[in-house]
């Protein structure tokens, strides 16, 4: 079942990288594939902070998975907090990808980032729990995401309950 997914990633940093992934599904057949893309990255630099939290819950509406694309400054965007806290609400499927093996427009690899999942925590019962505890990370280049992806958003899917 082809999933419809939101892409998280750092806009100015990782863009190229991110495109890598997201349009992975183009040389497939989307059900092959696994999913298709529902990020909103074209439209993001242009809104303010308020506008761009709608467009953010608007862009996680209908989607099933939302997948964390982890470059070396990931972690230290707001926006993408705000999307992985939106999507934890919302119940959705969540994973991280390391990205930064993939070499840019210029065949430069990066550093690797911290996990995002490691920095945001949920109290339940009086105690704290790493996301990093609870949702899965692969590494895009060492865990094939090429051929993989569509697998580890269909796990993501199915641990969600969708």
């Known amino acids: 079942m082809a999933r ?27 059900i092959d594939a696994g999913f298709f893309d529902a990020s909103l990255w074209e439209e993001a630099k242009t ?7 709608k467009l953010v819950r608007d862009g996680l509406k209908n989607t099933s998975v939302t997948v964390v694309l982890i470059g070396a400054e990931t972690s230290k ?18 994973l991280g990808v390391y990205i930064h093996q993939i070499e840019d427009i210029e065949g430069d690899t990066d ?28 590494d895009w280049v060492n865990d094939d995401g090429y051929n993989n992806i569509g697998t580890w958003i269909e796990d993501a899917a199915k641990d969600a309950g969708r």
Not at 11 to 30: C, F, G, L, M, P
């Open 4 to 30: 419809r997914v939101f892409f998280s990633f750092h806009y100015e940093r990782d863009i190229w990288r991110a495109n890598v992934v997201r349009k992975s599904w183009i040389t497939k057949d989307r």
């Open 77 to 94: 965007r707001p926006c993408v907090d705000f999307e992985i806290m939106e999507s934890c609400k919302e119940g959705k499927g969540l």
């Open 47 to 53: 809104k303010g902070k308020e506008a761009l939290k």
């Open 111 to 138: 550093k690797k980032g911290v996990n995002p999942f490691s920095t945001i925590y949920t109290t339940k019962n009086g105690k704290k729990k790493y996301l990093s505890e609870c949702y899965p990370v692969y």
